[in-house]
């Protein structure tokens, strides 16, 4: 109900100060479980999908917004909350595992799962490779990929900033991918080719220069280069 009446609310007002244009509604599935996945350019990308895709979406976010204290905790969780959003702890190894089987739980429900294949959000505006547990829950769940670009949120909230500009935004829902024709959650390539299918379809939303490597820092050390290697293969 809190969610219903946040959408009520605040999709007006969202469409207006920021001269909304919303594409390709149709293309999102109306029932059922189904996963958004996005470019990730500003903090205010997970309100702009919940509030302009055509039905309910819900998405993870990091545990402290939900764990603030006093007037500005509580303010802080009944926002969250009133968008869908679902406290995971951050992180690699498990806490990224676990983080995907809540977003598994709510593919499982039938609801719609919204999450970012770039893992953080892009500083230079280029769109880096997709990390695969997009294609993990897509195989895992049967749930059709719908990729969606968004553009003009770096613009409203630059990265650091903590303000707000009013610039224009724009939202387009591609056509839904069936990732489960690439085999099995279980392999690795399935998961990776997936991938690849979803991040290509974003692009040709967005327009955004292609990277081919991961956005993150280089690992440092051998333990790291590792580490990265062995749950990009194995996990997700």
Do not use: C
């Amino acid at each position: 109900m809190l969610k219903l009446a946040s959408r009520a609310f605040l999709t007006p007002l969202v469409r207006l100060l920021f001269r909304a244009k919303v594409e390709g509604k149709k293309n999102v599935p109306m029932q059922g479980p189904v996963i958004l996945a996005s470019n990730h350019l500003s903090f205010i990308d997970s309100v702009v999908i919940t509030l302009l895709a055509p039905r309910t979406v819900s998405f993870l976010a990091k545990d402290s917004y939900f764990n603030g204290t006093g007037l500005k905790g509580f303010a802080s969780r009944a926002f969250f909350r009133s968008i869908g959003a679902i406290p995971v702890t951050r992180g690699v190894g498990q806490a990224a595992q676990d983080a995907l089987d809540a977003g598994l739980e709510l593919l499982e429900e039938d609801k719609a799962f919204a999450i970012y294949p770039e893992g953080t959000r892009s500083l230079d505006g280029r769109l880096y490779r997709g990390r695969t547990g997009v294609a993990w829950l897509a195989l895992k769940s049967g749930a059709p990929v719908v990729p969606v670009g968004i553009d003009g949120t770096d613009k409203v909230q630059p990265p650091g900033s903590k303000g707000i500009s009013f610039a224009r935004i724009r939202i387009r829902f591609g056509e839904p991918l069936d990732l489960t024709t690439y085999g099995k959650a279980e392999s690795g390539k399935a998961r990776r080719h997936g991938t690849d299918a979803v991040m290509a379809a974003i692009a040709d939303l967005t327009g955004q220069e292609v990277v081919p490597h991961y956005n993150e820092p280089p690992p440092k050390g051998l333990v790291e280069t590792v580490r990265r290697r062995f749950f990009e293969r194995f996990r997700l």
